[in-house]
Every structure is written in structure tokens, then in C-alpha cells.
């Protein structure tokens, strides 16, 4: 968000490698690349972020990125609800554009719609669909296109994929190009304000260049002559940061001021919060090896439910592998037959697995939890759930 050079330590994790890229069975036995993941704060604009940048172009181009929005549950009612807040600010024949638009999940709900998405398989996915889509980065140069043909843009925005962009600047630029002069750009990001309430390190990995908070969104869109004027926390991602900003200077919302105070109220954005963050995680991380490896040492056995980025950034800070989980269930067929990054555990279908179902269900995404538990309880699973934070229900 800066140009500062003056960062600091928030934790090291080590060699890994890119968590969204499941291995196919004929290449188990060829090397993986792995990267160095770790995390800092610029000591300048305090954002907390991943400083050895893995090119884009090797998660998204290259290997078939293997989320699909459509395919996760819930995730159409709570976008159809996000987008009734969104229509707020925009006529029925206003272009909406969406940055890292997926499958086309969102902008489904609107009329005049562009999406932009670096992920070409995923894009081809919203072409079929219905919904017109440009596979590439969006980036200034891009904005000024779209400009040139469609005019200028009532919204743009993006859910959860503005933590996947290295130059934030660059797509700042291209956002005070396109957007209406009153126009409104929405982002909705990980909060490290939860991240930090909740211990939260799932989050954590080689996709996640940046972990916002408000202040720094705050401080950021302000040199591009932008007033973020509302937020919120949602429970998406297990507590995400959704705000807006406009060019034009409208009133802020008592929300908004709310979580400003919050976070000066829990010194969010110091370094002495990094630190203590660091510790915290790696006790949580320290107490999931414990649980997992006790049950396995008694005799239990233990599968993984849901194949997801964020379970294996866990698996690997926690030092849990194949001698511990025999096999994840996922429930994406893009997933199924392949294995696990480094220690190749299998991915299957919850068909597969029920012949050998497993005394213990370890759930590695947080907020999926409840959707998985009523789930397995319609199918007759007998056996128990243990949590990243370590309950077993
Ligand atoms: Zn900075």
C-alpha cells in the first residue's frame, strides 16, 4: 500500500507450497516447488502482508485453480442479500464491474455486468453461464479499455479476491478510472482484526499477499482522492471486512465509526498485536498436534472434511500429515482423485468414503462447520468433529 522497506516480523511458516494446487496421481513421485511463506508488517502503513510474492501468473494461469464460488454451499443467499445492499447505489441499467467475478456467482443478480478474472478456468465457467467475463488481472491499462467501451462504471468492487492482488496500487489507479464521480467501490477482504480476535491462521497462505484492516483501507484510499464513508465485519471467511468508498465525499455511517474506534480501542494495527498474535497461534497450532496425534495414538482414525487452501495452511503451522489424517472428503469433483500438496493425502468423494468412514471428521474450514455437522447427521455419521480450535463436538 506503500513504498515503505521497514517491515517486521508476524510469524514464519516455513517451505510450503501452493495450497490451492492439488497434486494428480502420476506425478506423486516429481518434485513440488515450494516457496517461503511468511508474513510482516510495513512499520510505515502498518498493513500486515506475505513479503516473497509468488508470481500470480503461477496460481492463476498456469494450474487450474480449483475454486469454483458455485460449487460451496451458501454462498448464492448470502451473495443474493450482498447484492440487494449493492443496488442501493446504482440504477437498474448501471454497469457494475467485478474484479476476481469467479464463476459469475454475484454479478448473476445484475443486468449490465462485466466481470475480470485472472483464472481462465474458472472464467470459462462464467462465459457458459451467461455472464461476460475478461480472464486476465485487473489493472489500470484494463480499467482504461473497459472505459473506451462500456463508459464509465456506478460500482466496482470485489469479494475476497483483493488479498490475491501484489499491486494494490495499480488496481487503485485503474479503480479512479473507470468509477463514476459518484460512483461506489466495494471491497470485501479478510480482517485481520479477526483474524487477530479469533487466532485465526487458516487465512494464511501463498494466495493472501495482504491482511487488511480498516485504518489501513482508510489511509490507503485517501492519497487516491477516495472517502471509505461505511464497513462492517461479516461472517464470511469467518469474519471478513466489507466497505465502500466514493469519490464525492458522502456521510459516514455510525458503523463505520464503530469499528474505527474498535480498532483504535484494541491497538489493531501496533506491532506489540503482531507479537502477541504470534504467540497465541502458535499455542492453538501447538494444541491441535496434541489433540489430533492423542486420538490417533489410541487407535482413532481421523479424515479430513473439505480439501480447502485454508485447511492445509493449518495442517502444516500445526505439523499434522498423512500419519494422522487417512484421507479428506470434498465435495468439489474438480478435487476428488487427486492428493494433498507434500503429504499427498487422498481427496475423495463423501461417497467413497463411506465405505470406511472415520471414527473422527476434522473440519478445516471454520465456516463451514454447521453446514457439515447437519449434513453428516442427515447421512447417519455416528462418529465425531473435531474444530481447528480444538473442540471435538
Ligand atoms: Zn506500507
Request: with cysteine; charged share 25%; net charge negative.
Amino acid at each position: 500500500m506503500c513504498e515503505g522497506t521497514d517491515f517486521k516480523l508476524v510469524i514464519n511458516f516455513g517451505e510450503n507450497p501452493l495450497v490451492n494446487s492439488l497434486i494428480e496421481k502420476e506425478d506423486l513421485d516429481k518434485q513440488e516447488p515450494t516457496f517461503p511463506l511468511v508474513v510482516r508488517q510495513c512499520q510505515n502503513c502498518h498493513l500486515v502482508q506475505v513479503t516473497d510474492i509468488v508470481d500470480s501468473h503461477e496460481i492463476y494461469k498456469n494450474v487450474d485453480y480449483l475454486y469454483f464460488s458455485g460449487d460451496m454451499p451458501n454462498l448464492k443467499e448470502y451473495f443474493a442479500q450482498f447484492a440487494g445492499e449493492i443496488k442501493k447505489y446504482m440504477g437498474e441499467d448501471d454497469l457494475i464491474v467485478e474484479i476476481g467475478s469467479n464463476d459469475g456467482i454475484f454479478l448473476d443478480f445484475f443486468k449490465n455486468r462485466l466481470g475480470v478474472d485472472p483464472a481462465s478456468n474458472v472464467v470459462v465457467r462464467a462465459l457458459k453461464n451467461g455472464i461476460p467475463t475478461i480472464a486476465d488481472f485487473f489493472s489500470e491499462r484494463l480499467a482504461r479499455t473497459i472505459k473506451r467501451e462500456y463508459g464509465t462504471a456506478k460500482v466496482i468492487g470485489g469479494s475476497n479476491c483483493i488479498a490475491h492482488l501484489n499491486d494494490l496500487r495499480d488496481l487503485m489507479e485503474g479503480v479512479v478510472e473507470l468509477l463514476a464521480d459518484d460512483g461506489v467501490f466495494f471491497v470485501e477482504c479478510n480482517y485481520w482484526g479477526g483474524m487477530v480476535q479469533n487466532n485465526n491462521y487458516a487465512l494464511i497462505y501463498h494466495d493472501h499477499f495482504s491482511y487488511f484492516s480498516l485504518q489501513n483501507w482508510i489511509d490507503f484510499l485517501k492519497g487516491y482522492g477516495m472517502t471509505v464513508f461505511d464497513a462492517t465485519v461479516t461472517p464470511a471467511q469467518g469474519g471478513s471486512l466489507r466497505l465502500f468508498a466514493c469519490k464525492d465525499g458522502r456521510a459516514k455511517t455510525e458503523r463505520f465509526q464503530d469499528l474505527v474506534q474498535y480498532e483504535t480501542d484494541t491497538n489493531l494495527n501496533t506491532y506489540d498485536t503482531c507479537i502477541e498474535y504470534r504467540i497465541a497461534v502458535k499455542r492453538e497450532a501447538k494444541n491441535l498436534k496434541g489433540l489430533i496425534k492423542g486420538l490417533k495414538d489410541s487407535g482413532k482414525t481421523i479424515a479430513g472434511y473439505g480439501a480447502a487452501a485454508k485447511g492445509f495452511s493449518v495442517l502444516k503451522l500445526a505439523g499434522i500429515d498423512q500419519t494422522h489424517i487417512s484421507y479428506f472428503v470434498d465435495d468439489s469433483p474438480a478435487k476428488q482423485g487427486k492428493y494433498t500438496p507434500v503429504t499427498h493425502i487422498p481427496v475423495i468423494s463423501r461417497d467413497k468414503a463411506q465405505e470406511k468412514l472415520p471414527d473422527y471428521f476434522f473440519i478445516t474450514a471454520p465456516n463451514y462447520e454447521q453446514v457439515i455437522i447437519e449434513k453428516e447427521k442427515a447421512k447417519g455419521y455416528e462418529g465425531k468433529f473435531i474444530t481447528v480450535d480444538c473442540r471435538i463436538i
